[in-house]
């Protein structure tokens, strides 16, 4: 497959830094906290990155807790290189993991999945029939992708006939990039888009379009290519600010942007995909599409009684405090990650600030005193814009800027800095965040 850009120089150029990240990290965890002695029994549900980063902050912080991690995943997925390996410039080993060398030593991980989850009994049942009371629960079992809701559509179709679908997983990256890497050797039409719902990383369906435009550019096919980006709603991101940004480089990169543009059904056999619109359903035909669905919390979650009775009540997200991450009706139940129920946050980073949060009210409690953790809707998209350029967009739930290096990094300016904390420094922070130390 041909990847017409070389970027080893400016990798090993930053290695350092990259390295140096990593320890600012774990040092930015501060002086070691005091340890709590407790017999609490807590129950996480979900080993990926939001459950093994409070198992390993537990662990820590507790003496004498019974922590059970229950989640039957064996493999762990650093998610926020599915883009890297959809654009070519990462292979899908780069994402994948074991579960198991991201816990700590001393929880017990039940390497089953949840069947079944009772709030007012405090217990936990297993798909193996194993059942599990707790006193404190954190879930954190992540989002499921409903790509039943796509209508015509399968994920054994990516990588082919112009097809891609990154979000599934590290493999299906990869067949993405087969499919990617066709269409801008030959052109033709490109749509791209995101799903109605919420979702994790809403950014990532904008930085594979602008990958998709720059390596055809590089390729010298742009000319014959056209790239379509359907927003689900008037918007092209939910920071009114970005929103411009990136309308701006849309226009001046020949990017076509839909508005309330809904992916409904993809037909491979005459490649047309039918988009929901105020107006009622239209049809594009394409010779790439990248396929994102709709975004819920895992059936089993939402048979719980733990989601929202009046908000996102087709997605299911767990009723939490959107400060504490405490649940509203279960005043022993935690969320962290993409299961929670909160304006933003849908974002490895934001996990990062979700974690100190939980570890403040849950220990504070086991020491009879109150929390003050308080989690301000952190978010941060670090915005690829084009091979060897990025934004490093963070914000608030008050849709402000809230950028960790002003003055320094212009969080709109498209940088090289900003490309190589994604591509390099971001998987040793998120690593270090694993295993609790960021």
Sequence with gaps: MSRPWNLSASRRGFLALAAGGAALAAAGSGAQAQRVR????????????????????????????????????????????????A???????????????????????????????????NRITTTGGQRFDYDYLIVA????LDWEAIEGFSLDMVGENGISAHYAGPEHAELSWRALDRFTDQGGVGLFGRPATEMKCAGAPLKITMLAEDIATRKGTRSGSQFIYNAHNPALFSVPIVHHRLRQIFGERGIEARYDHVLKAVDATRKVATYATPE?????????????????????????????????????????????????????????GDICGVPK????????????????HL???????????????????????????????????????????????APLEELWISWLMKEVALKATYNAMLRGLA
């Excluded at 308080?374 to 941060?380: L, Q």
């Design 38 to 85: 407790t017999a609490a029994r807590i129950v996480i549900l979900g080993a990926g990155a939001g459950g093994a980063a409070i198992a390993n902050r537990l662990s820590t912080r507790l003496e004498g807790a019974q922590i059970t991690v229950i989640d039957g995943r064996q493999q762990h997925w650093y998610q926020p290189g599915f883009t890297l390996i």
């Design 87 to 121: 654009a070519g410039l990462k292979p899908a080993h780069y994402s994948v993991s074991t579960t198991g060398q991201w816990l700590p030593s001393g929880v017990n991980w039940v390497q089953e999945y949840a069947a079944g989850i009772d709030p007012d009994a």
């Design 141 to 144: 079992t992540g989002l499921s």
């Design 280 to 336: 009622g359903d239209v049809e594009t035909g394409y010779d790439f599409i990248n396929v994102i669905p709709p975004q819920r919390a895992p059936q089993v979650v939402r048979d719980s009684g733990l989601s929202w009775g009046d908000r996102w009540t087709d997605q299911g997200w767990i009723e939490v405090d959107r400060e504490t991450l405490r649940h509203a009706r279960y005043p022993n139940v935690f969320g962290i």
């Design 345 to 360: 946050g849908k974002t490895a980073a934001s996990v990062k600030w979700h974690q100190p949060v939980v570890e403040d």
């Design 363 to 409: 220990v504070s409690e086991l020491q009879g005193r109150e929390g003050t953790r308080r989690f301000n809707g952190y978010t941060s998209c670090p915005m690829i814009t084009r091979i060897g350029r990025a934004m490093l967009i963070e914000f608030d739930y008050n849709d402000n800027l809230v950028p960790s290096f002003p003055g320094v990094i």
